[in-house]
């Protein structure tokens, strides 16, 4: 929105991020998913609450998650789709060195604080479309980091305003 020169974003609140986090860890949980890292961001790419499960490995899995959130917010995408742009291209057949080598100067270029794969979803007001941040997982199968992060979301108080991308999950290891 641009209202008399200014910028206005919205964001997903401390209390709102805390509770998606909690949630996708209950779904690991329930599911028996080996212990994961979550990361909940604002739409700036700011990191607004991170947990770790007791046995989650503390220096890869943080670190992989807000990989996972921050590429959300920054291609405007879910990691999946990230990877698959570029480790698959649009047919579904793999891609050529150029395109790879492509998706590795960008992850590069930014530090490395992107991933291409999944566990990181977008998260929009359903009402306007508004980026209001995104949500990463680390630690278990890249299908089950999905799951939670979409569960998260799904389950949480502001769910009803809320659409996640993507919409669906495709973990097949659902207890």
Known sequence: QNMAGLNITKSLNLAVADEIASLAIKAAKINAFK??????MDAAG????????DGCPAMAYPKISHAKANTC???KSSSRAYGEKYLHGSAGTEVGPATFVRV??????????MAAFQGGILVKEKSTGDILGAVGI?????????????????????ADALVTFPENHDCKTLK
């Open 35 to 40: 212990p994961i890292s979550v990361c909940v």
């Open 46 to 53: 700011h990191e607004i609450v991170t947990k770790r499960m």
């Open 73 to 75: 917010v920054s291609t």
């Open 104 to 113: 590795i100067n960008q992850i590069s270029i930014v530090g490395g604080d």
């Open 138 to 158: 680390s630690g278990a199968a890249g299908d089950e980091d999905e799951y939670c992060a979409l569960e998260g979301v799904w389950k949480c108080s502001m």
